[in-house]
């Protein structure tokens, strides 16, 4: 393959790569541009005219003839101080990235710290600057998903959103939440635990109440007093371990909604000179490794593949006409030293 040229007046055309693999602009055009309704053995003799040539595509001149940008806006309803600090957004930013890299398509980073930064996010997609929004962590009382959807653009959600059953009109990408806090809890159970606890995550979010809920659908008769609410980082975890033991001190478990929680919730267990797992066993949700394998004891969790999650959310978005069901992940409970 020869290099492609540095100039902009060397730079061969289409009509070029036409000429040297013998076919139509036309045909050029589709292949490029990704058509698959060119035979094979058509586009081939094309690729290799394009490797022969160094075509470059001109991308300027393709947005305007077929719309596309090939930019995907990766829309997260969080301000930048919780996107940073949490490993859970760098695993599925990391997994959308990569399914996106793999195409040739930018990654637009769009946070939002308020109801004025939604309608920034909202004028943005209506400014056709991307091709498609992929959207998390949205909470119960957002209004991104009207903002985006006014805004025309293809979405896909990471999480399932909070719309009442047969209003979504997007697909998205989740895990079993429910399913694996009942493996959770019925972990707990099954080594003989009977004062197990819950710290929640911030309800105002679908994950947090589907966890909620499968706690309860292990424990259906637990105490109210064995419920604290947390907000998914360690310093929730903290506040909420604390609230349980003083209103419950003979706790011998904990299920925490995430393993940021679970991670504030050892360090209070620490400093009041309980033991883990000998006197309270716990349990979180995510199975982030640099969090779970790095607490002490090492923390027993929920798996979820994030990554995996980010991949799937940018698959959906790109197939352009192919399925666009939902797909929600099984989970798997991971056994370390905490319980």
């Not at 289409?14 to 045909?27: C, D, F």
């Not at 050029?28 to 586009?43: H, I, K, M, Q």
């Not at 595509?57 to 301000?79: G, M, W």
């Not at 809890?185 to 994950?207: F, K, M, N, P, W």
Request: with cysteine; proline share 6%; hydrophobic share 40%.
């Amino acid at each position: 393959m020869t290099e492609p040229p540095t100039s902009a007046a060397a730079r061969p055309t289409l009509e070029a790569v036409a000429a040297r693999a013998g076919v139509s602009r036309a045909t050029v055009s589709r292949v490029v541009n990704g058509d698959t309704g060119v035979r094979e053995a058509l586009a081939e003799k094309v690729r290799h005219a394009v490797d022969e040539l160094g075509y470059v595509p001109n991308r300027a001149a393709r947005s305007l003839v077929t719309r596309r940008h090939d930019a995907v806006a990766v829309v997260i309803a969080e301000p930048e101080t919780r996107v940073f600090a949490d490993p859970f957004f760098a695993l599925q930013l990391r997994g959308i990235s990569k399914e996106l890299t793999s195409r040739d398509i930018q990654l637009v980073l769009l946070l939002t710290e308020g109801r004025d930064d939604h309608e920034r996010v909202g004028r943005y997609l209506s400014g056709g600057h991307v091709d498609g929004a992929l959207v998390f962590s949205l909470h119960l009382d957002d209004p991104l998903p009207g903002i985006i959807q006014g805004a025309g653009v293809p979405t896909v959600f990471g999480g399932r959103p909070g719309w009442p059953d047969g209003t979504a009109t997007s697909p998205y990408v989740d895990c079993d939440n429910r399913g694996g806090a009942r493996a959770a809890v019925r972990h707990l159970v099954s080594l003989g635990r009977t004062r197990v606890a819950h710290i929640t995550g911030a309800l105002d979010q679908t994950s947090a109440v589907d966890r909620l809920d499968g706690f309860r659908d292990v424990l259906p008769e637990a105490d109210d007093a064995y419920v604290a609410e947390g907000d998914f980082t360690p310093a929730g975890g903290e506040r909420a371990m604390r609230e349980l033991l003083d209103r419950c001190p003979d706790v011998d478990a904990v299920f925490a909604a995430n393993d940021l929680s679970a991670s504030g919730a050892l360090r209070v267990l620490h400093e009041r000179g309980m033991r883990v797992p000998e006197d309270v066993a716990v349990v979180g949700f995510d199975d982030m490794v640099p969090v779970a394998e790095q607490t002490s004891p090492p923390l027993t969790t929920v798996r979820q593949d994030i990554e995996e999650m980010g991949r799937l959310m940018a698959r959906i978005l790109l197939s352009r006409g192919g399925p666009e069901e939902s797909v929600v992940l099984p989970t798997e409970l991971v056994r370390r030293g905490s319980a």
